[in-house]
């Protein structure tokens, strides 16, 4: 887990308050040999980021849960199928100039690819733009020709948590990932389709949170 990084005196400050609370700041001050002035600062951030609490006319005491960590509880409880949104998705027999069609008209970056119920593949705009400037002819050429195939899509299911899709979302440069369900047919398991993450379904998220709706 990633933390607010603290210097050494608002770790002492701490371990004070922790010891001696409640504790006011003149007491604070004068163990630490310092000036109320030069704590204030401090405290300020000690208490904005919900690590100590300030008690009005008794002094600072401990927080056992710093606002910091509420937020990461919070967002760690969300899943993948709070936030996900349809996925567009074609055939690996879809021209590439039929895909191109797709990809605009509902205004996305990637699309998905399937061949009898299971995801095969994916295609950004990225890939249609390297043909399209290799002269290839669109209208003959199948999507499944240009398409990142299978086993190389990251993808993530409906459970995971959508801050760990997030992050792959950043560390493998997409714009999206497909959200997969495992289905068994004949003792044979696919995955199947269901939704996708995406850049902008993590902005949502995130203006969701700013707006406390």
């Known amino acids: 887990m990633n933390t ?9 400050i701490i371990e004070l308050v922790k010891d001696h609370e409640p504790i006011t700041s003149e ?31 008794v002094g600072y005491i401990y927080s056992r849960k710093p606002s910091y960590s509420l937020v990461y509880d ?6 993948v199928n709070d936030i996900m949104s349809k996925p567009v998705i074609v055939d690996e027999n879809t021209t590439v100039y039929d895909a191109i069609v797709h990809l605009f008209l509902n205004d ?30 669109m ?3 199948p999507v499944g020709i240009i398409m990142t195939r299978m086993p190389n899509i990251v993808f993530v299911e409906k459970d995971d948590v959508a801050y760990s ?4 979302i950043i560390e493998h440069e997409v714009d999206s990932l497909p959200v997969i369900e495992r289905v068994s047919d004949n003792g044979k398991e696919f995955l199947k389709i269901v939704g996708k993450i ?4 993590v902005t949502r998220l995130f203006v969701k949170m700013g707006s406390n709706k």
């Open 4 to 12: 607010i990084k603290l210097t050494s005196r608002q770790e002492q």
């Open 27 to 57: 007491k604070l001050a004068s163990k630490l040999s310092v000036t109320r002035a030069a704590l204030r600062p401090d405290l300020a951030i000690l208490t904005m980021t919900g690590i100590l609490d300030a008690k009005p006319k």
């Open 74 to 79: 919070y967002i760690r409880n969300i899943k």
């Open 108 to 137: 996305v970056g990637t699309l998905f690819v399937e061949n009898d119920g299971s995801l095969t593949g994916a295609v950004s705009r990225k890939d249609f733009l390297k043909m399209a400037m290799g002269g290839t002819d």
């Open 139 to 141: 209208h003959k050429v």
């Open 165 to 168: 899709a997030a992050q792959k």
């Open 198 to 201: 995406s850049k902008t379904n």
